[in-house]
């Protein structure tokens, strides 16, 4: 079954120190990956998708197909990235298929002054 | 461009009442998708729509839940009769095409059965 770990509930850290959100997914093919990030009273947010290999507000991710990863990072984390962060797969078959995001169980980031 | 909107905002109903949520997705996108998260749980896929056409069900928890687009356009979504474990918050995102481009998420509906 298609599963997507991300296994810190909460990660918090100081303002200018570098910050890695990790993200592992099992899934047979080559997925679409995704980060969706909801700040505080706002909704939930598109942050990457990894085809596009961009980088938004800092955030890099690269997939590693080895590892099934995913990880998220910031080199210098400042207090507005607090938020909870998601990780979400991308479920796709065209042609009358499917096309869903798997998202994982998410982890927040508190960065302090 | 204004993007996804949700109605109600909250919704407090009783045990066996009916609630129904609506969606308006982002003009001119095809794909509309519900999710939902109860509590303590992940985000979960619960169908989706092209156009006025349901594309994949496969995630509706039972026959509880009524989901419909006529029009292609506003979907809404029908709880009848709720049930407690029903709780929770109910998200609908929108797309102009499928994979890769991603989803456009809508702020949500939090329903609370009582």
């Known amino acids: 079954a298609q599963r997507v770990t991300q296994p810190e509930k909460l990660l918090s850290v100081f303002k200018g120190a570098p910050v890695e959100l990790k993200c592992n997914y099992s899934?047979?093919?080559?997925?679409?990956l995704f980060w969706y990030v909801q700040y505080s009273r706002q909704r939930l947010q598109l942050l990457l998708r990894?085809?596009s290999r961009e980088s938004i507000k800092g955030f890099t991710a690269d997939l590693n197909k080895g590892e099934t990863s995913f990880h998220l990072k910031k080199p210098f984390a400042q207090e507005e990235d607090s938020a909870m962060y998601y990780c979400a797969p991308l479920l796709l078959k065209f042609s009358g298929g499917y096309n869903k995001l798997i998202f994982g169980a998410g982890t927040r980031l508190a960065v302090h002054p | 461009e204004a993007g996804v909107t949700q109605f109600p905002s909250h919704s407090v109903i009783e045990k066996g009442q009916t609630v129904t949520l609506r969606c308006d997705p982002i003009s001119g996108h095809d794909n509309l998708y519900w999710y939902r998260r109860v509590m303590g749980k992940e985000i979960k896929f619960l169908l989706h729509?092209?156009?006025?056409?349901?594309?994949?069900e496969s995630g509706m928890p039972n026959n509880r839940f009524l989901a419909e687009r006529t029009g292609g356009t506003y979907s809404t979504l029908k709880v009848q009769p709720a049930e407690l474990e029903d709780s929770g918050v109910y998200f609908c995102?929108?797309?102009?095409?499928?994979?890769?481009?991603?989803?456009?998420f809508g702020p949500g509906t939090r329903l609370t059965v009582l």
């Open positions: 729509f092209v156009k006025e056409s349901k594309q994949d």
């Open positions: 995102a929108s797309s102009r095409a499928l994979g890769a481009y991603g989803q456009f």
């Open positions: 990894h085809i």
């Open positions: 899934y047979s093919g080559s997925p679409e």
